[in-house]
């Protein structure tokens, strides 16, 4: 995992750094920090709302040049705990954005987010570069940043927020004419999950926000990230089940009865656990190419799909209302350490919405 520093000692660093910034001069002014220095725009986000700047606008410079953004966050009823940072860029969907550092070594939470520290829990005011990748040099970069309460979720902006559910802080980044060319789809291709194991200790669950496997022992800092799990039935063989809706597969006392599904093994209340609505489809995989190609996917009724077959397709509507398709590639019968399902996904790249 990548190491990040704890806000209270971004800001020490931030204060003491020096650093370098390249930008069009048409666009962006200069603003002065709490530190004395400049930034080239400020986010502001408060309880009151009064002053606040919630977006920031930014004309790039050349490509992998930093853009230095003051970002201030006051709260007078709550504590702010955390701070999610998202990166979007060329419009290919949301990420984890974690802010490097050089030379120093400190922990992060485990599912990305930034702890804050005591000393800035109710208010914090600091200067920060946000890189521009060197893989753009048309359209835009987005950065989105909220604060929370206790553990929140990158998908979803409203989880914890301190503040009211739409209280995000807006970073846009524009290079040349600002026009994005992404698809607006992301692929997942082989993707492996095998069956559960009793220990935990088996890849079995995947979140599509960004494709990665998780393994069912990694405890309640993941599993409100994953969307759906793997397991092989007696009967209906192999399946895939929303983390929701995961079949109760795991004796956790020891007494011969299966007595827990994802929550009693992970520690995650069922309440903060993803649904994942998927069914069979009849749609052709491999000629959908765009995120439009997926919008006239209709909400499936269920959360498991069982008996499944290389070459079948499957259709889904994600806990935030992403649509996809899901293609079985490969399958190794059984549930013992041997068995897994592969497989390639395709998934309407997420932005920052707010659930119904």
Sequence with gaps: MNTMLKLKSIVTLLIIATFTFSCSSDDNQDIMTPDGGT??????VTESGIGDKR?????????GENVKIRIKFESQSKSMRRLYITQNT???GEVPYQISTTGVTVDDKKDGSLDLSSDNKNAFDFTIDFPAPNSIDNGTIVYNIWA???RGDFRDETKRNVFEDN???????KF????NSSSGIKVYEATILAAPLKDGSSNTFISVFDGKIYKINQGEEFAALWDFGYYYGATQKASLASTANYPKLFDTNNDGTLDAGVAGISGVAAEELNNFYITASTRDFDTTTTASDLDGISIPTTERVTDLAIGDVLEFVDNYGRKGLIKIKELVSGNGSNGKITFDVKVQAPTITIKP
């Design 90 to 92: 060329g419009g290919s």
């Design 176 to 179: 040349g004419t600002g026009t």
């Design 148 to 150: 929370t309460s206790g």
């Design 167 to 173: 209280a995000v802080g807006s970073i846009t980044v």
């Design 55 to 63: 977006a920031a606008n930014v004309t790039g410079g050349a490509m």
């Design 39 to 44: 930034s080239d725009a400020e986010l502001i």
